[in-house]
């Protein structure tokens, strides 16, 4: 079925945080997280090269543009980041978004040339906690992103992204997690109508909805979507909503692809690496990557260093290692960020902060990079698949 496509300004006058930029006072990160956490919503335009609706597109390694000739290199990157763990930093009281020395403060987002971030409203524990205490936490995690954003300076909730001046970032909220949604998906259905689009139904262990990735138990990895996850899939892509296989299992994300697949919309993986480089049950497989793009979904490409290399360290090469592998197997469409930053994530030596994303957009084009798969990567594909979301109610 068809939904509306985002409104720009509605979805905005609702959700989305506009963040000044101003000064700083450092804070320290929290402690490293088990996993990642953390989705955002960008407001994007729609551009030509959108895909029709509810067209799935097959896989092309076409470049991400047919005017890469009159793109320009030095204009801004706007890059949409699918993964940014800004509203749980609210939530767990670390945030300062003037702090210098954060991975995705004001200053940082904006040396990154940062448009739009996924903010999601990970919740840690839920597995642990009843549905009902869940939810109260997605609440309490949302209003304390929008009181800390406000208090350092930018941020508003309802101010029309139009409005929004420069060096702002756009930033609107996800779930990392639905287990508060197991025993009540109309409650998960209000949240899109709130302005929530992306939503992941497991973290890192396997839940009332399905099997997670990270699972220690063999068999509680092997599970796919429970009969309650598969009722709360169908409702969201009922109300519009994308999902997400980040962090699920392999029989999970599969039985998600399905859903998606058979109502012919795109699904996404928004915080990944790729499982051909670095083989852990967390990352996405070839087949996998190959559904997403089918779908005409995204992949968000993790700079975490757990997702990318099995050592302590890992550089930003080894970023592009990912993003590279999932252009050949994918294609150019197939191509997003999803950062992980403020998750509690160990960086890449030469990426410590979202302020980097200049330089992995010049090291993409040293490396012979046409300028429409740069953008198409930092900007056009997800902007082609947000620009599904459904307006605010
Ligand atoms: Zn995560």
Known sequence: MRHRQMDYAGCVRRFALILLFACSRPTPLPAERASSAGDAASVVTMTDADAPADVPIAVSHDAGTDATAELDPKAPLDAIDLHVDLAWQAHAGHLNLADGARQAGRAQLREGQVGSILASLFVEKAYAMTPAEARREYEGTFADATRIFARDGAGVLGAPLGAAAAGTVRVRVSFEG??????DPDAAVAWVKRGACVFAL?????NALGGASQETDP???????????RTLAKRLLDAGAILDVSHASDATAADLAQLAEARKVPFVATHSGMRALHDIPRNVDDTLIKRIATSGGVVGVSFYVGHLVRGPQASLDDVVAHLEHLRAVG???VMALGSDFEGGIVPPKDAK????LPVLAERLRARGWPEGDVRAFFHDNAARVLGRCPSPQ
């Open 178 to 183: 639905a287990d508060g949604f197991a025993d």
């Open 331 to 333: 294609g150019t469409r």
């Open 202 to 206: 497991v973290h890192s262990r396997s």
């Open 353 to 356: 902060t979202i302020a980097a």
């Open 219 to 229: 068999a509680r990895r092997a599970r796919g979507l429970t009969a309650a996850g």
